[in-house]
């Protein structure tokens, strides 16, 4: 069983929907959460991260962490085409003795069409 | 802006061939990683490195080796490539004491 499952789609969405990426986790020592946004032909880059169980915003970005289910979401409102692309989950135990290493989803390869 | 670079965006070499993956970074991190990214299966961490001549095994380092000699610059090498090792390598780096990673752009490596 994988550390960290994540749903790999793909996910078609219209332009303007709600979109909902989620990820579970097995591993209890995980304490750092975050997402990554790849596109096409590109590295992946840092969109959101999170600590603690509970809701973060940015823009039209939320990402959810619920500790007690071992369970993390990230909601993109009024999705927009350049909004399509790999999101990956990654966690980490602690980044000071980690040396941050990361423990990656499989991805989820998201299109919103016009 | 943080700036990791690598030498190749795509590369294509035979069975058998000794392969040079190179990766520099310009923001004096201390930390860089080698992954290789596979349709279902994400990123897998091959190797890291959170200093000079210092490196460690992730979670597939069989068939690969690295080398640090220099801080900006962490190279991931494949003795004898095979067929197995096709895939997109990335590289990344971070600052210490963080979980941010930047990415470079990756290379897509054939072996034929």
């Known amino acids: 069983q994988k550390e960290v499952e994540q749903d790999p789609g793909p996910l078609s969405v219209p332009e303007g929907a709600i979109v909902s990426l989620n990820c579970t986790y097995s591993?209890?020592?995980?304490?750092?959460f975050m997402w990554y946004r790849q596109y096409s032909r590109k590295g992946p880059e840092l969109l959101m991260y999170?600590?603690?169980?509970g809701n973060k915003e940015d823009g039209r970005f939320t990402a959810q962490v619920d500790k007690s289910s071992k369970y993390i979401s990230l909601f993109i409102r009024d999705s927009q085409p350049s909004d399509s692309a790999t999101y990956l989950c990654a966690m980490s135990r602690a980044g000071g003795t980690s040396y941050g290493k990361l423990t990656f989803g499989q991805g989820t390869i998201l299109t919103v069409h016009p | 802006d943080v700036k990791v670079t690598q030498s190749s965006r795509y590369l294509v070499k035979r069975t058998g061939e000794k392969v040079f993956l190179e990766c520099v970074q310009d923001m004096d991190h201390e930390n860089m990683f080698w992954y290789r990214q596979d349709p279902g299966l994400g990123l897998r961490l091959i190797y890291f490195s959170y200093d000079v001549k210092m490196k460690e095994k992730g979670d597939i380092p069989e068939g690969y080796s690295v080398s640090r000699e220099k801080k900006e610059r962490f190279s991931l090498i494949l003795e004898s490539a095979s067929t197995n090792q096709t895939s997109m390598y990335l590289c990344?780096?971070?600052?210490?004491?963080?979980?941010?990673?930047?990415f470079g752009p990756g290379t897509r490596l054939t072996v034929l």
């Open positions: 999170t600590y603690s169980s």
């Open positions: 591993n209890s020592a995980f304490q750092y």
């Open positions: 990344a780096s971070s600052p210490p004491q963080t979980d941010t990673q930047y």
